[in-house]
């Protein structure tokens, strides 16, 4: 990514990406900022939830095989979409 993610700039490479795996992203996004505008929910809070979102589809990989977790116990792993 070339902006950050809290730059309309940002914001819309990501929804660029996004749009590769879930044809409705733009609509799901809109959505979103309109329906917790004011609330405190900012452009980039909903972008991280609809990358988590399609993050947990079943045809995902992960790296490496054997996943270690850190000190708070997170798995530290890679995702990725092997069918690209």
Known sequence: ???RKKLSAGCNERLA????YWP?????FK???D????KGVAMDDILDAMVAAITARNDLTS????????AEG???????????
């Not at 990406?17 to 590769?20: A, M, S």
């Not at 409705?24 to 799901?28: I, P, S, V």
């Not at 329906?35 to 004011?38: A, C, M, S, V």
């Open 17 to 20: 990406v996004l749009r590769k």
């Open 63 to 70: 790296i490496p095989d054997k996943v270690e977790r850190d």
């Open 74 to 84: 997170l798995k530290m792993e890679i995702v990725f979409a092997s069918n690209l």
């Open 24 to 28: 409705g992203a733009d609509t799901a």
């Open 1 to 3: 990514m070339t902006n």
């Open 31 to 33: 959505m979103s900022r």
């Open 35 to 38: 329906q917790f505008k004011g």
